[in-house]
């Protein structure tokens, strides 16, 4: 197996930069060998999942992938799965794995007893909460 390629976001206003926030991180893992290209964080937290990703360069099939910023929506991270998949890469983090660990309903029966009581509702209506 390649060596995985880690998925920075870009600065948002600063094309071709990767985020301040993780500057560091991205210095750190090119530092280790590891290969490291940008995404467009507002392109895929609006759903633009192609958009996202116009400028990763191609690695050759089956390239595995680490995305490494801040949290989308579910749906977004299935779009950019998607999106990955149909370029040949394979995302190592599926898109149900990440909906897991992104919401605590269904985050929570396997952290229950490690974490404080939590308590959350169900449905889109802000007065029956």
């Not at 299935?78 to 660990?101: F, I, K, M, N, R």
Request: net charge negative; no cysteine; glycine share 10%.
């Amino acid at each position: 197996m390649k060596t995985p390629l880690i998925l920075f976001p870009e600065e948002s206003f600063g094309v071709g930069k990767i985020d301040s926030e993780f500057a560091y991180e991205e210095e750190a893992a090119r530092s280790i060998g590891f290969p490291t290209a940008m995404y467009d964080h507002e392109a895929a937290q609006s759903g633009d999942a192609i958009g996202a990703l116009i400028r990763l360069p191609h690695f050759g099939e089956g390239q595995w992938v680490i995305l490494r910023g801040w949290m989308v929506p579910g749906e977004a991270y299935a779009d950019l799965h998607s999106a990955l998949t149909a370029q040949g890469y394979v995302l190592v983090t599926s898109p149900a794995d990440y909906e897991q660990a992104h919401y605590i309903p269904m985050a929570y029966p396997q952290t229950e007893g490690h974490t404080p009581k939590t308590a959350w509702i169900e449905g889109d209506d802000p007065d029956g909460a």
